[in-house]
């Protein structure tokens, strides 16, 4: 019998052929805490009383959910990390080196390894064709210590993706869509596998987004097999090295297959306070909006800034928006500015903020007031994400996202494309 | 393992950031202080009206959302005997479970708020004593078990030295 894309990387890690439903002890290639989860690891860590870690190149601690830190004890929490790095020899990611699942795309992970982070969109890796998983605080701790960790197989939905977006549709859509269409918990404990003849037409940064949102499905994690476009994009990175073939057997065996023809798409938003609750931007109706914001895991990337630049050129912001733009890493953030990005953006009138995750989750750097909506394209709507209980969070594309922000309020970016 | 409280109610997909909000991070160093507001989000009166060994009772898709084990360590700190719900969500079922939270997958549409609950786990149900009714529990993985009952995952590490599960 054929095996899924999960179902090969967990044989190869457990040593034997696995199957669905079955509990393996698997060997862990990385690991990786945010400043949010790691002061919590560390501290279940030191309770294992082991020496050293596992393996301290592979074990990457980043500050950026709160970065630059907001108040004092999160400056203390930082602090926790930085002396545990300093002590076991491991991976410090500073702040304003940007949000962890893009450092980990462009640095660390490679095709066919198994990454666990104590963060739930660390599924970001499943592009790349690794099986890239969020756990909590706890299980990373021991994997620290052992460099394993048990995992139950799990079974697999194909997503088929044919056909081509339309103008002013993009991945971000397409994701929203599915959401939207299996619910937040349409996927519980099973991996995404995206395939079809649409994927290899879409852009590894198309890639990120979509397997970065698979957990807002309930997915443990969403997986692309490798092609030429992520040997170019390992090689991009100076890891071409570490390229590896990734593909399921044509005898795969799925829970589940689900066709989506992307002519079909429309430009869609995640309307309060669940990701599923989805509309097209037909449906919508005039939504003013107070903030947009531009950044973040999901949509970050130099791909995106590209897409929202092109949109704000020459253009001003509405008065009464607020317009906030955070380039997902370092590396995004000086590529910016070399293409003129960021002239555009401030030239527009937005508030460029520190590469992290800023204003996604509710920390600072953007927390809504009582009654405002931000439209944001981030993966999270739920009710207080953005640090109060009575904002209201729309989600869409980077194109929306900026067209939005000129106009005031949710608007149809197909008018100017 | 028996547990008898009082039920509070709770709906579907109730996040990560209800149970922790995001804007209360700089207490995730301080989880009792973080306990204080337990799930305030969605019912901002339950951690002050709860008793030690009450329950949360939910529907659909609890805990959903973000990977913050304070979720679930906040709600063990809180007191709270066990959290029912109809189904959990993948990374805090995990997280709870490392923890030694106990959940509990029942028909929670047969328990409305303020009924008196008893948890029987070796024969597997949840007696409503209010409704004079019983409900079955979707059984526990055996790792879980073994897991819950050794204190969690730490303490299972400790005593074995390595994993002792399959």
């Given amino acids: 019998m054929g095996q899924t894309i999960a179902e090969k990387i967990l044989s190869a890690h457990a040593g034997k052929n696995v199957v669905p439903s079955e509990l393996v002890i698997s060997k862990i290639d990385a690991v990786m805490v945010q400043d949010g989860t790691g002061p919590l690891a560390v501290n279940e860590f030191k309770k294992l009383n082991k020496q050293k870690l596992f393996n301290p190149q592979r074990t990457i601690l980043f500050i950026d959910h709160a970065a630059p830190s907001p108040r004092k004890e999160l400056s203390n929490s930082h602090n926790v990390l930085r002396e545990f790095a300093k002590e076991y020899g491991a991976v410090l990611s500073e702040v304003g080196e940007g949000v962890c699942h893009q450092r980990l795309i462009e640095n660390y992970i490679n095709p066919g390894e198994i990454l666990l982070g104590a963060d739930s969109h660390t599924c970001t890796s499943g592009a790349l064709g690794a099986f890239a998983t969020g756990v909590g605080s706890t299980d990373i701790a021991v994997v620290m210590a052992l460099g394993k960790t048990w995992l139950k197989v799990p079974s697999s939905f194909k997503i088929v993706l044919e056909g081509e977006f339309q103008k002013g549709v993009y991945a971000k859509d397409l994701i929203l869509h599915l959401i939207g269409l299996i619910g937040a918990d349409g996927a519980t404990y099973k991996a995404l596998e995206f395939t079809g003849s649409a994927v290899k037409n879409m852009s590894m940064s198309d890639r990120f987004t979509i397997s970065n949102m698979a957990v807002e499905a309930g997915a443990k994690a969403g997986l692309f097999e490798t092609d030429e476009k992520t040997y170019e994009y390992l090689k991009e990175h100076g890891r071409e090295d570490k390229y590896k073939k990734i593909k399921a057997d044509s005898d795969a065996v799925y829970e589940k297959v689900i066709e989506i023809n992307l002519n079909d798409i429309k430009p869609t938003i995640s309307c309060p306070h669940t990701v599923d609750n989805t509309k097209t931007i037909d449906e919508i109706g005039k939504i003013k909006v107070n903030q947009v914001y531009i950044g973040t895991c999901t949509n970050g990337r130099i791909e995106d800034l590209r897409i929202a630049a092109n949109i704000l050129k020459g253009q001003k912001v509405k008065e009464g928006t607020r317009l906030l733009i955070a380039p997902a890493s370092r590396k995004v953030f000086l590529d910016a500015l070399k293409e003129g990005l960021i002239e555009t953006f401030v030239q527009s009138g937005a508030a460029i903020v520190t590469s992290g995750c800023g204003a996604c989750v509710g920390v600072h750097a953007g927390i809504l007031g009582d009654g405002e909506v931000c439209l944001t394209t981030q993966n999270r709507n739920f009710k207080g994400r953005m640090g109060n209980t009575e904002g209201f969070i729309y989600l869409s594309s980077p194109a929306v996202a900026a067209y939005s922000a000129i106009k005031g309020y949710i608007a149809d970016v197909r008018e100017v494309l | ?166």
């Fill in chain 2, 1 to 166: 393992m028996e547990l008898r409280g009082k039920a509070f109610k709770f709906g579907d997909d109730i996040s990560t950031d209800h149970i922790a909000p995001g804007r209360l991070f700089h207490l995730r160093s301080n989880l009792p202080e973080l306990a204080k507001h337990v799930l305030e989000d969605a019912d901002s009166e339950f951690a002050s009206k709860m008793s030690k060994g009450d329950f949360v009772v939910a529907g659909n898709n609890f805990g959903l959302g973000s990977s913050r084990e304070h979720a679930p360590q906040i709600i063990k700190i809180a007191g709270v005997g066990a959290v029912l719900a109809k189904s959990f969500a993948r990374i805090f079922y995990r997280n709870a479970i490392n923890i030694g939270l106990l959940l509990i997958e029942c028909d929670t549409d047969k328990i409305d708020a303020g009924d008196e609950l008893e948890i029987n786990i070796k024969e597997g149900y949840v007696n409503n004593i209010t409704k004079n009714e019983k409900l079955t529990i979707t059984p526990l993985p055996e790792v879980m078990i073994k897991l819950l009952n050794e204190g969690g995952l730490i303490e299972h590490i400790k005593i074995h030295g390595d994993f002792d599960l399959v």
